[in-house]
């Protein structure tokens, strides 16, 4: 399996320090928290999401901020490099990372009249031709005055950027994922087959290895029915011999929670993702439960929430994503360790128990990072996942595909989100929510 080349731009080890700003040490731990939280920073790059995120105030001129933070990260392509190296408009020529710093809270109003931040500065670090050369740099690091006038007391901003080569693989499941369609990885124009994804709902036969963990899926009616759950889906990934190489199945039904038509939070459906345990043949090993469920609002999503199994046991799991996907439009599903919006539970990591113990938890969030996305549709859209995974985290085949299992379980389950049809009281007519 060929990479594709991406970039990892890193921003950490963000400080803050001037006379203006310093901490009285007198003051109560509630006041320095609330000082601290009142100082942050918009990071800016052409073509990408503004990200905003907090800087810390250090206590004193002498304090030394934290160097192996990161605060937020920019994942390039070589189409985003060749766009930013491009020159612009003539007001803009260049690009560049920039970063503002502000203090004080941003707030929508205060007595009907908007809340202004005072910005102290802004640091630029223009994007130059060593972005594309796809070796590890480090662009800046350390203390810089942004202050724009004497008054601003001299502040100064200490950062630490960085550029990592971080190659992914990216495959695409071909058709949509009920439909058993084959998974191609991509490189540039060309497509080569990787894995097959089955799906089923049928109930399960005797010689089935799932056959302990597997519930029953009833009738074997069609997706769209009536029924009050889903249960029984099950998702095979086999490798170009035929063999399975990973599955997802559904461990805690899709049904609607009391009063409402549609899967709570209080009641989550969940499946289990499993890979061939590498001491017992033709026997399954559990590795991450995906728990999934609707969050009603002006636009509905789906929160599907992902943990790492510890040695295979719920209890010490480890949460590795917590994603809102919009139910109409879709979006994508996301496991980076660098993301604020990633909890992450503070379990010790147990390394790989052997050679044979592939994707273990060490893997997954040793280092940090970009770990895996997949973009999938909204309801009633054809989805076609499209896969993307850090190649650090694939040593062999099977790496890839208990990740290709995941993908298909995400997708999957904006489907079994989807709210269940209404049954009027007269006979014979329903209603879709």
């Known amino acids: 399996m060929d990479p594709q080349a991406f970039i990892r731009l890193s921003v950490g080890s963000l400080a803050l320090r001037s006379p203006k700003y310093l901490l009285n040490p007198a003051s109560?731990?509630?006041?320095?928290?609330?000082?601290?939280?009142?100082?942050?920073?918009?990071?800016?790059?052409?073509?990408?999401?503004?990200?905003?995120?907090?800087?810390?105030?250090?206590?004193?001129?002498?304090?030394?901020?934290?160097?192996?933070?990161?605060?937020?990260?920019?994942?390039?392509?070589?189409?985003?490099?060749?766009?930013?190296?491009?020159?612009?408009?003539?007001?803009?020529?260049n690009a560049h990372l920039e970063i503002s710093v502000f203090a004080g809270k941003k707030s929508?109003?205060?007595?009907?009249?908007?809340?202004?931040?005072?910005?102290?500065?802004?640091?630029?670090?223009?994007?130059?031709?060593?972005?594309?050369?796809?070796?590890?740099?480090?662009?800046?690091?350390?203390w810089i005055g942004i202050g724009k006038n004497k008054r601003d007391g001299g502040a100064q901003l200490h950062l630490r950027v960085k550029l990592d080569p971080d190659p992914r693989y990216v495959f695409q499941f071909e058709d949509v994922t009920t439909l058993s369609p084959q998974i191609v990885q991509l490189r540039g124009s060309v497509k080569q087959p990787i894995f097959s994804c089955k799906f089923s709902r049928d109930r399960v036969s005797q010689v089935d290895p799932l056959n302990g963990y597997w519930s029953s899926s009833g009738d074997g009616t069609e997706l769209g029915s009536e029924r009050r759950e889903r249960k029984g889906w099950k998702v095979k990934i086999h490798d170009l011999s035929g063999s399975a190489v990973a599955a997802a199945f559904i461990t805690t039904p899709f049904v609607p929670s009391t009063g409402c038509d549609?899967?709570?939070?209080?009641?989550?459906?969940?499946?289990?993702?499993?890979?061939?345990?590498?001491?017992?043949?033709?026997?399954w090993q559990p590795w991450g439960k995906l728990e999934a469920w609707r969050e009603r609002g002006i636009r509905d999503s789906v929160c599907c929430r992902f943990h790492i199994l510890s040695n295979g046991q719920e209890v010490g799991d480890v949460l590795m994503s917590e994603i809102l996907i919009s139910a109409e439009k879709g979006g994508e599903f996301l496991i980076d360790m660098d993301k604020q919006m990633l909890t992450v539970a503070a379990t010790p990591i147990p390394s790989p128990q052997s050679s044979g113990d592939y994707s273990g938890l060490g893997q997954c969030v040793s280092?940090?990072?970009?770990?895996?996305?997949?973009?999938?549709?909204?309801?009633?859209?054809?989805?076609?996942?499209?896969?993307?995974?850090?190649?650090?985290?694939?040593?062999?085949?099977?790496?890839?595909?208990?990740?290709?299992?995941?993908?298909?379980?995400?997708?999957?389950?904006?489907?079994?989100?989807?709210?269940?049809?209404?049954?009027?009281?007269?006979?014979?007519?329903?209603?879709?929510?």
């Open 28 to 93: 109560t731990s509630d006041e320095k928290k609330n000082s601290c939280s009142q100082c942050s920073c918009e990071i800016k790059l052409r073509g990408f999401p503004v990200q905003t995120t907090s800087i810390p105030l250090m206590p004193s001129l002498d304090a030394a901020p934290d160097h192996h933070s990161v605060s937020t990260s920019f994942y390039l392509e070589e189409s985003d490099l060749r766009a930013l190296l491009t020159p612009g408009c003539f007001y803009n020529p």
């Open 262 to 283: 549609w899967v709570a939070k209080s009641n989550p459906g969940a499946w289990h993702v499993v890979r061939p345990d590498p001491c017992r043949p033709n026997s």
């Open 108 to 142: 929508s109003s205060h007595c009907g009249v908007g809340a202004k931040r005072q910005q102290i500065g802004v640091f630029k670090l223009e994007v130059g031709p060593e972005w594309g050369e796809g070796k590890p740099v480090i662009l800046f690091n350390g």
């Open 367 to 433: 280092g940090g990072g970009f770990v895996m996305s997949s973009r999938v549709q909204g309801e009633g859209k054809s989805s076609k996942p499209v896969v993307q995974l850090a190649m650090r985290h694939v040593t062999c085949v099977e790496d890839a595909a208990i990740f290709m299992a995941l993908a298909a379980a995400v997708d999957l389950s904006i489907l079994a989100c989807k709210p269940f049809r209404r049954t009027s009281r007269r006979r014979f007519r329903h209603y879709s929510w």
